[in-house]
Structure formats: C-alpha cells, structure tokens
C-alpha cells in the first residue's frame, strides 16, 4: 500500500508540468530557486566542519533549525497548502487509521520540500563529523529532525484544510499571518540594531541556550554538543528530540483518525432582514450608494482587511524611528497622521473594485458627484472617529494639549486632500484590482506601471496638499505654539476644498468616461 501512495504522490508531482508553458516556466524557476538555495547552504555547512570555534557554529545551527521548524509549520496554517492527499480522500477505502497514518507520513518524503530539508540536513552531519561519536549523534538527530519537519508539515497541512475549509476562515487566517508578521517586525528592528561585532555572538548563545533545551532546537543541538565535550546533555537532548517526534506521530494518527469521519465544514449561510444600510441611508443616488459601500466595508474581505492593516502601518514606521533615537516626544505625534494618510489614499482605486457591477452606475445615468460623495462617506465617519479619539488620546499622552489643533489640522489636510485626489484618480485611473469574491492577498489579474504610478501620485498628491499645515504645525513646536491654530485652519480649510474639487472633477471624469471604465472593467 506503501508504494501505492508513493507512486500516487510521484504522479500528483509529474502533473504540475502539463499545465500551460508559462506555469511550467515559473515552476521550473521556482524549483531551481530552491534546490539552487539548497546546495549553497550545504556548500556553506561543508565548510564549516573546518571551524575552530564549535559554540558559534553550533549557536547559529540551533537558531536556523529551529526558524525552519516553526515555518514548516506556520506556512501551510497562514498561507494555505492544497492538500491533495488529505485523510478524507481515503476515507471510502476502507483503510485502518494508522496504516494510512503511516503511507501518509511516508508520502511527505516525495516532494522538494523534502529534498531541500534532506540536502541541508546531510550538510549538517559533515558539519560534525569531528569523530564516530559526534558522527552517530549527528546522523541519528539530523533523521529526527528531518521527520520532526515533514511530520509537522503533514499534521499542520491537515489542520489547515480541516479548519480553513471556508473562503472566510482563510481571508482570517491570512490576516492573522500579516499581524504576526508585524508583531515580530520590532524584533527583527532590534536584532539589526544590535551590534553584532561586539554582542552578537552573546546575544547568539542566549537564544541558543533557551532553544537548543525546547522541541523546537533540540535536535540541532545534539551534535553540536557532543563536540564541544558536554555528551550528558547532548544524550538528553536527543531524547527530547526522539519524544517530541513521538507525539507528533500520535497527535498525526489521532487527527487522521478523526478526518476519516469528520466531513468538510461548509460556510453557514447567513440570514439577513431588512434592506440593512438601506434602510438608514437617504431615498438618493448619494444615499444608495453610500448604503452599498457601507455593506463592502463590512462584509467584502478586500475592504475590511484593509481597514484592519491601516491601523498597524505606523509600527513599521514608530519602531524604527525609536530604536534609531528619536525623542520620545515627538513619535506620538506620528500614529494618527499616518494613519489619516492611508485611509483616505484607500479609496484611490474604488471603482475598480465593482468589476462588472460598475455598469449599473453607467447604465442608470447616476451623477457623477453622487458615486464619488457615496463611495467617500464610509471612510469619512471612520476617518472623522480617528481623528477625534486619535487626537485626543496623543495629546493626553503627551500631556501638552497644545499640540491638538495640529493633530486635527494636519491628519483632516491628510485625509480630506486623500479621499479628494482619490475621487478623481479612481475615476481617471482605475487599473485592475482583485476581483470580488477572490481572497484579498490574491494578485490581480494583470498589472502594469500605470498601478505604482497612481499609488504614488495619489500619495504624494495628499502629502503636498497637506504641507501648509504641516509647516504651521512645525512652528507650533519649535517656535510659537500660537501656530497651532493656524495649523487647524490650514489642514481643516485646504481639505475640504480639495475634497470637493475632488468630488466634482471625479464626478464629471466619470460621466465622461462611463463607457471606457466599464470596459477596463470588462478587460480586467
């Protein structure tokens, strides 16, 4: 049966060459990446077997190792892996939990994941092949460590079509994958700060240290142990490594066993009363379509994960600048500006997201002004909610309340002037964008300059419209505070011109260009 599921996966793999030419070509690449990958980093572990210093060579092993396992198991949870020999496609067979556990578990081996780990993995015992001991060590922690991998890989991938079996469930998973991205983004900040001259290696053996003792590093510090002459925990070592591979395989049996009769899970269907924002919106064209947009930003995965990402750009932006020595008085002042600036450059390509539905705008001869003051008002309320809460809570913060007309000045100028360059480049500009339906980290359908050259001049269009009040706000810290105000006047006044020109040129661009956006449409 073994070599059934073998030659089955073997066939699943010579598939993926019969697609179209160019799909070929990119697997190819993809592939040669990463055997290419392979075979530098086992050049660089051959290397290393002649290194004097065993502890660094072991420290950085352990660290490596133990990135490599949290991703095999990571990756299929956040991004998804098609799981074309999942437990419940054998469930008719009339196979017993664990022989199909085990032919499972034996078909992980076929794959480039699995080529890759073993090159590296072989790499490793070179390394510390220092003597017959070391060797054997080696030998038998690198073969824990590579089933540890690819029995990880299986349990998780099973997990992931088990529990991420609906469209939402992996748009949430997804984003859950982003936040942790950028959770572990203030440490990736402070390790490229460290010096790594003077307190690396310290800073090296620390992590080591915790890791090599956990399921995670233990394996990858079998060997380097033995060689450095502490054979006790090196021998205990392996045992938690031999242990941990031992509850991965039952946890395994159990989760197959449980496929086998558990069915998919189905999205539940929502019941819904009433016309919902219909029903609270005006009897308009405004209205109808504010109504419509109001229901995108809560149900349409491409709107609402946006809206939950703007709020966690500025600690890719607050993080560095404090690790780099900016005065702590000054980058509270930085979160909701910001932020202002990315809600109202959202909206730059909105029509682009009706896709076809975009000919009841054309075909109903709805005004102009209407759709672009109906599709704004959603990320108005939020940006207004911003603001105010924002605005007050940097400037209790900062205990200076001085400082609040600046805030309000500066972040509406931001948001205002973006959601009116917006209005019109979404009219004049739209390029193609994820269809609806389609996962929100989905790449669109084609792309082309024309899609950064918008983003940037949308952006920069709403950062130069907000430079008076920037510059007022400026003066109100280093030389008057009495500047702040003119800050307020200046960022509330600009913006909401702008946002009206906005709304009005957009308007008429998009009466004119009826035709010619539904057929971008129609071609994306």
């Given amino acids: 049966m073994v070599a059934q599921f073998l030659r089955l996966k073997l066939q699943l793999l010579a598939n993926i060459f019969r697609r179209s030419p160019w799909q070929v070509v990119g697997i190819v690449l993809g592939l040669a990446y990463g055997l290419g990958l392979a075979v530098l980093l086992f050049g660089a572990l051959v290397g290393l077997r002649f290194a004097d210093d065993v502890q660094l060579v072991r420290d950085g092993i352990v660290v490596a190792g133990s990135l490599a396992v949290v991703g095999f198991v990571l990756v299929p949870l956040v991004f998804g892996v098609d799981d074309t ?25 076929v794959g480039i994941p699995a080529l890759v780990l073993a090159i590296i993995l072989i790499g490793t015992v070179i390394t510390w092949s220092r003597g017959f ?6 030998i038998l922690a690198g073969a824990f460590a590579f089933g540890t991998c690819l029995l990880l890989a299986r349990v998780s991938t099973s997990l992931a079509s088990l529990l991420l079996a609906t469209r939402r469930a992996r748009e949430i998973s997804g984003v859950v994958g982003l936040v942790l991205i950028v959770m572990l983004s203030p440490v990736i900040v402070v390790l490229a700060s460290i010096d790594w001259a003077r307190q690396g290696v ?45 509850l991965i395989w039952l946890a395994w049996v159990r989760l197959v066993a449980r496929m086998l009769v558990t069915p998919g899970r189905e999205a539940a269907a929502k019941a819904y009363r009433g016309l919902g924002w219909f ?58 500006p910001l932020i202002c600036l990315f809600l109202g450059w959202s909206l730059h390509n909105d029509t682009a997201y009706d896709s076809t539905a975009v000919w009841l705008h054309v075909a109903s001869g709805v005004r102009g002004a209407s759709d672009r003051l109906g599709r704004i008002v959603p990320v108005l309320i939020g940006g207004i909610v911003v603001i105010g809460l924002g605005s007050a809570v940097t400037a209790f913060v900062l205990d200076d309340w001085r400082v609040l007309p600046s805030l309000i000045g500066v972040s509406s100028a931001l948001l205002l002037s973006g959601l009116g360059v917006g209005a019109f480049s979404s009219a004049r500009f739209p390029y193609p964008a994820v269809r609806p339906g389609d996962s929100p980290f989905q790449q669109p359908q084609s792309t082309g300059a024309i899609t950064a050259l918008v983003q940037s001049i949308t952006m920069i269009g709403a950062g130069i419209f907000a ?52 057929a971008a449409a129609v071609r994306a």
């Fill in 85 to 109: 020999l999942g437990p419940r496609r054998f469930a008719l067979f009339g196979i017993g939990d664990r022989p199909l556990a085990f032919a499972l578990a034996v078909t992980a081996l």
């Fill in 133 to 138: 001991g070391e060797t054997v060590l080696a």
């Fill in 202 to 246: 310290r800073v090296l053996e620390q992590i080591a240290g915790v890791l090599s003792w956990t399921p995670l590093g233990a394996a990858f510090a079998v060997p380097g142990d033995a060689a450095s002459g502490a054979w006790l925990p090196a021998i205990v070592k392996l045992l938690i490594a031999a242990a941990t591979l031992w």
């Fill in 279 to 336: 029903d609270r919106t005006p009897g308009t064209a405004s209205g109808a379509i504010m109504a419509r947009s109001l229901t995108y930003w809560f149900r349409d995965a491409r709107y609402w994960v946006s809206f939950i990402m703007v709020p966690l750009v500025p600690v890719f932006v607050v993080v560095p600048l404090a690790i780099a020595g900016v005065p702590g008085d000054y980058l509270p002042l930085i979160p909701v």
């Fill in 467 to 518: 430079l008076p009040a920037l510059w007022f706000g400026y003066l109100g810290l280093f030389v008057d505070p009495s500047w702040h105000l003119a800050s307020l006047a200046a960022g509330t006044g600009l913006g909401v011109i702008v946002l009206i020109a906005g709304i009005l040129l957009g308007g008429l661009v998009f009466q004119r260009r009826g035709p010619e956006i539904l």
